[in-house]
C-alpha cells in the first residue's frame, strides 16, 4: 500500500536568527529580535538575549544567521493559487500586456515562439488581457490562423478560464458551427452563428484530447496533457518561483487526478520544497467520500484539504453571471456552472462528510447562491468551525458580507486582480465594479480577510499583493473606489500569513513566528508597516526559510 513518506526537516541544525526587527503576527508577542530554530521548528522567539539563553538551557550549540539591517515576518501562505498550472504557462509563449499590445503582436510573438518547437507541436501562448489590447477584443481563429494551419494554436486568457483557438483545432475535434455548447462552457460565435473561435470553461475540455482529465461542468479545465516528467519539471520551476516571492505554502485550488500523481511523485523523491495543501476538484467528490480522504491526511508537506466547487465564471473573461448582462457587452450573461439546487447538493454532501468547501464566486449573484447553500448545509449539520470557503468572492453585496460573518464563511481575495485590471471591471459591470474585492467592508463586518495570488492568473508576490489591499492603487495608477475599501499594512500582511493559515486549517503549526510552530520565515529588505504603501511592492525578499532551512537565497540566482 503506498503512502506519503514521512517529512523531517531537511536541515535540523540549530540556529539563532536575528533581525533589525521581526514581526511575528502573534498577537501575544508581536515583535521580537531573535528566534531559535532546531528540527524544523521554532524553540524560543524574544530578545537575542532570551533566546541565547533557551539554546544554552537546552543544550544547543546553534549556528547564526544575522540581519542587521533587515525585517523578519512568517512564510507567506498562498491559500489559492494553481502550481501545475503555472509550471505549463512558464512553458508556454509569453503574450501578457507587458509583451503584447495588440493582436498583430500577439501572432508575431506567437510565430517566434513557433519556430523554436518541433514540427506539429501544438503552439500556446497564454497572458493576453482582451481589454489591454489596442483592438480591445479577443483575437479571432482567423488571426490566429495565421500563426499555423496545419497543428493547434491555443492562446490563453490571463483568466485562465478561456481563450481562443485556431480554425485547425476545432475542424481536429470535431467542433463546428452546429456543436452546442457543453454544459458550464460556451464556444463563442458572431452574429452569422460562425465561430469566433474564443471558448469558455468547460469548453476547453476539448483541448484535453481523448486521453486527458475530464472536468465536465465542474470548472474551467486547464488540465492539459504533459508527460508525467515533464509536470516534475513544472512543479521543480514554480517551486522556485513561490520560495523567490516568500511564499512557504499554498492552496492547490483545483486538484485532478493529473495534479494528485504529480505532487505524489514529488513527495516520493523529497522534492517537496514548501507546502501544499490539495482542493480535490467536485467532479471528483464521490470518489473523495469512498477512498475516506475526510479526515486529516498527508504530512507537513502535503495534505488533503477540501473540495474546490465553482459557482460562476470569471470577471477577467465575462463569464461570471450576471443575468442583466455586462456593461460591456449586454449580449454577454456570463454563467453559473451548476443549477441552484445541484450545487447546494454538492455543497450539502461535502459539509455532511466533514470537508470544507471553496467555491469559485464573483458576482453577487452567484455568492448570494453560496452563502444561501452554506447557510443549508449548517443548517442540516451545525458546525460552528466548518470554515467554508468562498474564492474571489469579488462583488458581494452587503447583506451578503453580513451573513458571511454570521455563518463563518471565509472569503479568499486576490488583491493583485484589481492591481493588474482593477479598470477592467469597471468597464465590464459598471460603476459597481469599484467594489471589487471590498476588504475595507469586509474588516469592517468582522468577516476575515485572506489574500492569495491565483497564480499564475497573477505572480506569486505577496509584497504586491499587500501593497494592493493598503492603496487600491492599480497598475495604470488609478484608485479603484473609497479609501474605506482599503486595509492597513498590519492587516494585510495578517492576511497573507495567519489568516492563510486558519484557512487552510493550518494555525496550529503555520502563519505566525510562534514558539511551537514551524520554522517558516522570510527575510525582508525593509519593513513592510513602515514603508510608503505605495513601495511595499519593491521590498526585496532575500531569502525564504522552510523547516528552519533556507530554501531561496536571492544572492545566489543568477
Keep these: 500500500m503506498r503512502q506519503l513518506a514521512t517529512y523531517d526537516a531537511r536541515d535540523s541544525i540549530p540556529t539563532i536568527v536575528t533581525a533589525k526587527r521581526i514581526l511575528t503576527v502573534d498577537a ?63 512553458t508556454w509563449i509569453d503574450i501578457s500586456p507587458e509583451k503584447a499590445g495588440s493582436i498583430p503582436e500577439i501572432v508575431e510573438l506567437m510565430r517566434a515562439g513557433a519556430a523554436k518547437l518541433p514540427a506539429g507541436a501544438p503552439i500556446r501562448g497564454y497572458g493576453y488581457e482582451q481589454r489591454n489590447l489596442a483592438e480591445r477584443r479577443h483575437p479571432t481563429r482567423h488571426e490566429l490562423d495565421e500563426i499555423a494551419t496545419d497543428r493547434e494554436v491555443y492562446i490563453m486568457n490571463a483568466s485562465g478560464h478561456g481563450g481562443v483557438v485556431n480554425t485547425f483545432t476545432f475542424e481536429k475535434f470535431g467542433i463546428t458551427r452546429d456543436t452546442p455548447n457543453p454544459e458550464g462552457g460556451e464556444f463563442f460565435r458572431d452574429a452569422d452563428g460562425e465561430l469566433t473561435g474564443e471558448l469558455s470553461d468547460a469548453a476547453c475540455n476539448v483541448l484535453t484530447g481523448l486521453h486527458g482529465v475530464k472536468i465536465g461542468h465542474h470548472g474551467p479545465n486547464f488540465h492539459l496533457g504533459d508527460e508525467p516528467a515533464e509536470h516534475q519539471r513544472q512543479l521543480d520551476l514554480v517551486q522556485r518561483e513561490f520560495l523567490r516571492g516568500g511564499v512557504t505554502a499554498i492552496g492547490d485550488a483545483q486538484v485532478s487526478k493529473r495534479e494528485f500523481a504529480a505532487y505524489l511523485e514529488a513527495a516520493d523523491r523529497g522534492a517537496l520544497d514548501m507546502r501544499v495543501s490539495m482542493y480535490f476538484l467536485s467532479h471528483l467528490l464521490d470518489q473523495v467520500l469512498d477512498i475516506g480522504l475526510t479526515g486529516p491526511f498527508g504530512n507537513p508537506f502535503l495534505s488533503a484539504t477540501g473540495i474546490k466547487l465553482y459557482a460562476d465564471g470569471t470577471l477577467g473573461g465575462w463569464t461570471a453571471y450576471f443575468p442583466e448582462g455586462y456593461v460591456g457587452d449586454p449580449c454577454r450573461t456570463g454563467q453559473l456552472y451548476h443549477e441552484p439546487r445541484e450545487y447546494t447538493e454538492l455543497v450539502s454532501k461535502a459539509h455532511a462528510a466533514g470537508l470544507q468547501t471553496a467555491t469559485h464566486a464573483q458576482s453577487p449573484t452567484a ?33 451578503e458580507i453580513t451573513r458571511m460573518a454570521e455563518l463563518g464563511i471565509r472569503p479568499v481575495n486576490q488583491t493583485q486582480h484589481y492591481y493588474n485590471w482593477g479598470e477592467g471591471v469597471e468597464q465590464a459591470i459598471g460603476t459597481p465594479g469599484e467594489r471589487f474585492n471590498p476588504l475595507g467592508e469586509f474588516v469592517d463586518a468582522g468577516v476575515p480577510v485572506t489574500i492569495s495570488s491565483d497564480a499564475p492568473v497573477a505572480e506569486p508576490r505577496p509584497l504586491e499583493a499587500i501593497q494592493a489591499a493598503v492603496t487600491r492603487i492599480t497598475r495604470r495608477g488609478a484608485q479603484l473606489g473609497p479609501d474605506s475599501l482599503r486595509i492597513s499594512p498590519e492587516a494585510a500582511l495578517r492576511g497573507h500569513t495567519l489568516e492563510g493559515a486558519i484557512t487552510l486549517g493550518r494555525e496550529n503549526e503555520l502563519g505566525s513566528i510562534t514558539v511551537g510552530k514551524r520554522a517558516d520565515f522570510v527575510v525582508l529588505g525593509a519593513n513592510p508597516l513602515e514603508v510608503p504603501g505605495g513601495d511595499i511592492a519593491a521590498i526585496p525578499v532575500r531569502e525564504t526559510w522552510v523547516d528552519g532551512s533556507r530554501r531561496f537565497a536571492a544572492d545566489e540566482v543568477r
Excluded: N, W
Design 367 to 399: 455568492i448570494k447562491l453560496v452563502v444561501d447553500a452554506i447557510e443549508q448545509a449548517l443548517l442540516e449539520r451545525p458546525d460552528a468551525d466548518a470554515r467554508h470557503r468562498i474564492e474571489h468572492c469579488g462583488l458581494p453585496t452587503p447583506e
Design 28 to 90: 501575544d508577542q508581536p515583535e521580537a529580535e531573535a528566534l531559535l530554530s532546531a528540527g524544523g521548528r521554532i524553540l524560543a522567539v524574544g530578545s537575542v538575549a532570551d533566546v541565547e539563553a533557551a539554546a544554552a538551557d537546552a543544550g544547543l550549540a546553534p549556528e547564526r544567521a544575522d540581519y542587521p539591517d533587515a525585517t523578519i515576518v512568517p512564510g507567506f501562505i498562498d491559500p489559492h493559487a494553481h502550481p501545475l498550472m503555472y509550471g505549463q504557462m512558464l
